[in-house]
T-cell receptor, first 107, second 117 residues
């Protein structure tokens, strides 16, 4: 069965510092991975997907099959990045989410 | 607003009771998903429907059931409620290409917060 683990429930950094939100997965097939974000008082929404190899709002995520990881990175955090971040894995019709990491960017 | 709408936003009820949560997907979306988010837990997938048919099932209890109607809205029925059923229940929808496969981009509602006393 697939599983997504986000080891940190809370990550606190200062503005301008690099950010790395960790995500590890277990899945027997070829994974399709995503990052979702929920800003305060907003709905959960898609941030980026690994298949697109895109950078959104300065965030990137690289799929590392050897380490079964899909960490989310940003070189310089901004206060508006403060939010709840969820890593998700798609298998068949199911999107399995990790427990989420709350990112707090301090001024 | 053509986004995913969920009603009610808040619901307080007693153990043993039955409630129905309602979800209207985005205009044009054929797939509806239900997730449960309990305290200190992530989003747990419950069930998915595509164009009226069940497509995927997660850890949904037997006391829970869902359906999707011809107008594509969906209802999640929770019966014999227990204290542990208190949670935020999210509905999401997606376009879903033919066959109902999940493209990975889900559009979420604001959730229905259920409190069981």
């Amino acid at each position: 069965a697939q599983r997504v683990t986000q080891p940190e429930k809370l990550l606190s950094v200062f503005k301008g510092a690099p950010v790395e939100l960790k995500c590890n997965y277990s899945y027997s097939g070829s994974p399709e991975l995503f990052w979702y974000v929920q800003y305060s008082r907003q709905r959960l929404q898609l941030l980026l997907r690994h298949i697109s190899r895109e950078s959104i709002k300065g965030f990137t995520a690289d799929l590392n099959k050897g380490e079964t990881s899909f960490h989310l990175k940003k070189p310089f955090a901004q206060e508006e990045d403060s939010a709840m971040y969820y890593c998700a894995l798609m298998s068949g019709n199911m999107l399995t989410f990790g427990g989420g990491t709350r990112l707090m960017v301090k001024p | 607003d053509s986004g995913v709408t969920q009603t009610p936003k808040h619901l307080i009820t007693a153990t043993g009771q039955r409630v129905t949560l309602r979800c209207s997907p985005r205009s044009g979306d054929l797939s509806v998903y239900w997730y449960q988010q309990s305290l200190d837990q992530g989003l747990q997938f419950l069930i998915q429907y595509y164009n009226g048919e069940e497509r995927a099932k997660g850890n949904i209890l037997e006391r829970f059931s869902a359906q999707q109607f011809p107008d594509l809205h969906s209802e999640l029925n929770l019966s014999s409620l227990e204290l542990g059923d208190s949670a935020l229940y999210f509905c999401a929808s997606s376009v879903g290409p033919a066959g109902g496969q999940n493209t990975g981009e889900l559009f979420f509602g604001e959730g229905s917060r259920l409190t069981v006393l």
